[in-house]
């Protein structure tokens, strides 16, 4: 366990009797700016790494994602998305080097592991194959001043258009260019209203955002007083909505949803969704106190890596990731029941505007409705309903690279790669 974030706890929890190998303590991160490289041990957080980089750096990032309490070892493994990810790729697709101990207690490195492990590893799971004890990483260069902004409307027919028309335009924008839609809804007096905010980073300066915003997407009709400039750890700070709080915050372990549960799903979105989509999805919004859709944006970087390359798969040819949740305060079993079944209900209704054949799924928003193992027993065959939608095609070879490494199944939890030989 390196941060405790797993969507389904997996990181925490089993029905059956397991064994939880703590990594909290394993948290040095050392950065070499001469190469732009960092070796981060698996147990230190997205926050510690970036409050690491900016005390060093001004011009060095790392394209990871941007809630700071994630533990780095599972967020890298699964893939890793971020603000900068169409500019410098997944947080996995920036792995140089990896340490893992291995099934008998071996600790191996890129090279003594050969390149079908290393390859598993960069987004395939890794807590399938052994414990990553750390990871180098590739750092990214950014500029000194980045922009950021956020435009909030009410969810109505022309906030539909505005939707409508960035699906077709936010993984086809300049790669420096990142604009995601998040929809929610809100208490305004007694009523409940559903809006959409378009949340953005730019990797350069408001002289040059404005003119590219007026050309791609005049639609929003983004002024230069919508916009502020600010260094890249400040712009982490800004889609935390904590924007001028001290960075000491990032080295918070403990920020997470207070006293709440959640239930999520994911989709990948390969044609432009219909307007009409939008009305019902606002009219499910209503049925709940805090529903959350998330639209990330793809291309740039991601679509010119082939999805064989490493075992993430959602490359060319996508449009945007949806992430779907939905949180309740109440512990009890019914409460449950009746937030899950509302999820459900949305994914079951987005099934023909979504990726199909398989249906893809994101393997950092697990999700154990796709399916889950029968122990250490579970065929390959078993695993093929969730495995297909995390992985695609790689999922075979994932199979007999477990096969090879941890060929008696240790290494497993209720997705885990089953061994294939």
């Known amino acids: 366990m390196s941060g405790g974030h797993d969507y389904e706890g997996l990181s925490y929890l089993s029905q059956s ?57 599972g967020h890298i493994s699964g893939g890793g998305f971020g603000t900068i990810m169409r500019k410098h790729g997944l947080a996995s697709d920036n792995v140089v080097d990896a340490r893992l101990m291995d099934v008998n207690g071996k600790t191996l490195d890129r090279k003594t592991m050969g390149e079908d492990l290393f390859w598993a590893l960069r987004g395939g799971g890794a807590a399938s194959f052994g414990v990553v004890l750390s990871w180098k990483v590739k750092l990214a260069r950014v500029p000194e001043k980045v922009t950021c902004f956020i ?48 949340q953005t980073l730019f990797l350069g300066g408001i002289d040059r955002l404005i003119p590219l915003m007026n050309q791609k997407f005049p639609e929003l009709g983004l002024r230069s007083q919508d916009c502020s400039e600010m260094s890249w750890i400040e712009s982490i700070m800004f889609f935390n909505w904590r924007s001028g709080q001290p960075l000491e915050i990032l080295l918070n372990r403990d920020l997470r949803f207070e006293d709440q549960y ?91 505007y979504v990726s199909k054949s398989p ?44 096969g090879k490494i941890d060929p008696t199944n240790f290494f497993r939890n209720e997705q885990s790669i089953p061994p294939l030989f």
Request: aromatic share 10%; glycine share 8%.
């Open 17 to 73: 009797p397991f064994i939880i190998v703590d990594l909290v303590n394993l948290r040095s991160i050392n950065l070499n700016l001469t190469d732009d490289t960092a070796w981060i041990q698996s147990g230190a957080t997205l926050g510690e790494l970036y409050y690491k980089i900016a005390k060093t750096s001004k011009i060095h990032a790392f394209s990871a994602g941007i809630c700071p309490s994630v533990g780095v070892g």
């Open 151 to 198: 435009s909030q409307h009410p969810m109505g027919p022309s906030m539909n258009k505005l939707v409508h028309r960035w699906q077709s335009i936010g993984s086809e924008l300049d790669e420096d260019l990142f604009v995601r839609v998040i929809i929610d809804n809100s208490l305004e007096g007694n009523q409940r209203r559903v809006k959409s905010t378009f």
């Open 262 to 352: 959640f239930k999520a799903k994911s989709d990948y979105v390969q044609k432009p969704v219909p307007e009409n989509v939008f009305e019902e999805v606002t009219k499910r919004f209503l049925e709940q106190d805090t529903p959350l859709m998330i639209f990330e944006p793809l291309g740039g970087k991601i679509s010119k890596i082939s999805e064989t390359e490493s075992p993430y798969p959602h490359r060319r040819g996508n449009l945007y990731n949806i992430q779907y949740m939905v949180k309740w305060k109440v512990n009890e079993v019914e409460e449950m029941n009746k937030h899950v079944r509302w999820m459900r209900s949305l994914h079951d209704y987005m099934t023909p």
């Open 359 to 402: 249906r893809g799924a994101y393997l950092n928003y697990r999700d154990l409705d796709l399916g889950t193992t029968k122990g250490i027993n579970t065929s390959f065959e078993d695993a093929r309903k969730w495995g297909e939608a995390y992985f695609k095609g790689n999922f075979k070879r994932l199979g007999l690279v477990k």
